[in-house]
């Protein structure tokens, strides 16, 4: 049996995964959790066999979460349901250990694919993925500006190239305006840029946007 931990912020979210996983035999929700909070708490208390993990969630970033998990539980499968486009969180996520990633705009069927592949401890990615994986995680590749910045500081770059604002931002991640304000300022300064319509500029030509 695959017991599956859900960490998500939106309850009709997780009642649709729920409602998914049901019609398969194999599996079950064990548990739901709407924030990081109690993640690791629940983790040490019993042992699930995959983790789904959303990277949007209310109190931290869900890249971060997922280090703290694999930080713990290393051989725990993390597979990361988002509502951002491969393009911009994916391969992010592998590279700090998810085993795979499927976003929230997927057919059920893929879903429940992701989750029998990586509970046998493989790795789950779609094929379009795959070859930008094969272009990103060659050694040889040029490491692009964004590459350098921080999880919090990416999400904040994406989040400000797909047309929000400080506030905006500042609300939808729980952060004071001069917080977010700050990331915007370490963004520009990393990136070597002069402003938000440079830094969308690289947004857009790097395919960070949606």
Same mark, same amino acid.
């Given at each position: 049996?695959?017991?599956?931990?859900?960490?998500?912020?939106?309850?009709?979210?997780?009642?649709?995964?729920?409602?998914?996983?049901?019609?398969?035999?194999?599996?079950?929700?064990?548990?739901?959790?709407?924030?990081?909070?109690?993640?690791?708490?629940?983790?040490?208390?019993?042992?699930?066999?995959?983790?789904?993990?959303?990277?949007?969630?209310?109190?931290?970033?869900?890249?971060?979460?997922?280090?703290?998990?694999?930080?713990?539980?290393?051989?725990?499968?993390?597979?990361?349901?988002?509502?951002?486009?491969?393009?911009?969180?994916?391969?992010?996520?592998?590279?700090? $250990?998810?085993?795979?990633?499927?976003?929230?705009?997927?057919?059920?069927?893929?879903?429940?694919?992701?989750?029998?592949?990586?509970?046998?401890?493989?790795?789950?990615?779609?094929?379009?993925?795959? $070859?930008?994986?094969?272009?990103?995680?060659?050694?040889?590749?040029?490491?692009?500006?964004?590459?350098?910045?921080?999880?919090?500081?990416?999400?904040?770059?994406?989040?400000?190239?797909? $047309?929000?604002?400080?506030?905006?931002?500042?609300? $939808?991640?729980?952060?004071?305006?001069?917080?977010?304000?700050?990331?915007?300022?370490?963004?520009?300064?990393?990136?070597?840029?002069?402003?938000?319509?440079?830094?969308?500029?690289?947004?857009?030509?790097?395919?960070?946007?949606?």
């Amino acid at each position: 049996m695959i017991d599956i931990l859900i960490i998500d912020d939106h309850a009709v979210v997780r009642a649709g995964m729920r409602q998914i996983i049901l019609g398969c035999p194999d599996m079950a929700v064990i548990e739901e959790l709407f924030d990081s909070r109690d993640v690791i708490l629940t983790l040490r208390k019993r042992k699930f066999s995959v983790v789904i993990l959303d990277i949007g969630l209310p109190d931290k970033n869900g890249i971060e979460v997922l280090k703290e998990i694999k930080n713990e539980f290393p051989l725990l499968p993390v597979l990361i349901l988002s509502m951002y486009p491969e393009d911009q969180y994916a391969i992010r996520a592998l590279r700090s $250990g998810a085993a795979g990633y499927v976003s929230k705009d997927s057919a059920p069927e893929e879903l429940i694919t992701a989750l029998r592949t990586v509970a046998t401890g493989r790795k789950y990615v779609s094929r379009a993925l795959a $070859g930008k994986l094969a272009v990103h995680l060659d050694v040889d590749a040029k490491k692009e500006l964004h590459e350098a910045l921080s999880d919090r500081e990416y999400q904040v770059l994406c989040l400000i190239a797909s $047309g929000r604002t400080i506030s905006e931002i500042a609300e $939808g991640l729980c952060l004071s305006v001069k917080t977010v304000s700050t990331y915007r300022c370490r963004i520009l300064d990393k990136m070597h840029l002069k402003n938000n319509a440079e830094l969308i500029n690289y947004a857009i030509k790097n395919r960070l946007t949606d």
